[in-house]
T-cell receptor, first 110, second 115 residues
Framework: GQSLEQPSEVTAVEGAIVQINCTYQTSGFYGLSWYQQHDGGAPTFLSYNALDGLEETGRFSSFLSRSDSYGYLLLQELQMKDSASYFCAVLNQAGTALIFGKGTTLSVSS | EAQVTQNPRYLITVTGKKLTVTCSQNMNHEYMSWYRQDPGLGLRQIYYSMNVEVTDKGDVPEGYKVSRKEKRNFPLILESPSPNQTSLYFC??????????????FGAGSRLTVL
């Protein structure tokens, strides 16, 4: 089966940099995705890594190391609006569903 | 605007009273799925549909039904709701489910309370 581990909570201040780690176990690997969910809202797609390395999208970057079954989401120049839950996700072995980690709640303070 | 629309957004019902949560997408997506989100348990898949011809169970299908009569709609049916189905439900869709196309677009969510 698949399992993903990520920290439950992270706190940071405005302007700082924070890294949210995700380790995964999966029988077949098709890439690592990241989603953001504000309180009471819908999850929204942030990034997808199929190959090793860093993908950058504005203030957010995502990294993948397939040999270590590990990835992280890097958020730079933190803003209050970045306070949200962040989920890593992988496809299940059958390729029929995204399996989500339990999420990391990021709290950004001023 | 490209979106997934769910209704109702909020519903309080009683045990045993059949209900349907509708889901519609306007992006011509083949793949649609239902998730439930519970505190401490994250997002868990209930049912999915690869296309109008293929629908199958996810990880937590007990007590739910779905149908996919047309590409855009994927309703979730609770034939006899029970309190353990109190949850936040999300419908999601994507072009397909593999590779770069597995970007899920989620609906706004439906918060269901079963008394």
């Amino acid at each position: 089966g698949q399992s993903l581990e990520q920290p439950s909570e992270v706190t940071a201040v405005e302007g700082a940099i924070v890294q949210i780690n995700c380790t995964y176990q999966t029988s077949g690997f098709y890439g690592l995705s990241w989603y953001q969910q504000h309180d009471g809202g819908a999850p929204t797609f942030l990034s997808y890594n199929a190959l090793d390395g860093l993908e950058e999208t504005g203030r957010f970057s995502s990294f993948l190391s397939r040999s270590d079954s590990y990835g992280y989401l890097l958020l730079q120049e933190l803003q209050m609006k970045d306070s949200a839950s962040y989920f890593c996700a992988v496809l299940n072995q059958a390729g029929t569903a995204l399996i989500f980690g339990k999420g990391t709640t990021l709290s950004v303070s001023s | 605007e490209a979106q997934v629309t769910q209704n109702p957004r909020y519903l309080i019902t009683v045990t045993g009273k059949k209900l349907t949560v509708t889901c519609s997408q306007n992006m011509n997506h083949e793949y649609m799925s239902w998730y439930r989100q519970d505190p401490g348990l994250g997002l868990r898949q209930i049912y999915y549909s690869m296309n109008v011809e293929v629908t199958d169970k996810g990880d937590v299908p007990e007590g739910y039904k779905v149908s996919r009569k047309e590409k855009r709609n994927f309703p979730l049916i609770l034939e006899s709701p029970s309190p353990n189905q109190t949850s936040l439900y999300f419908c999601a869709s994507s072009l397909s489910v593999g590779g770069q196309n597995n970007v899920l677009t989620f609906g706004a969510g439906s918060r269901l309370t079963v008394l």
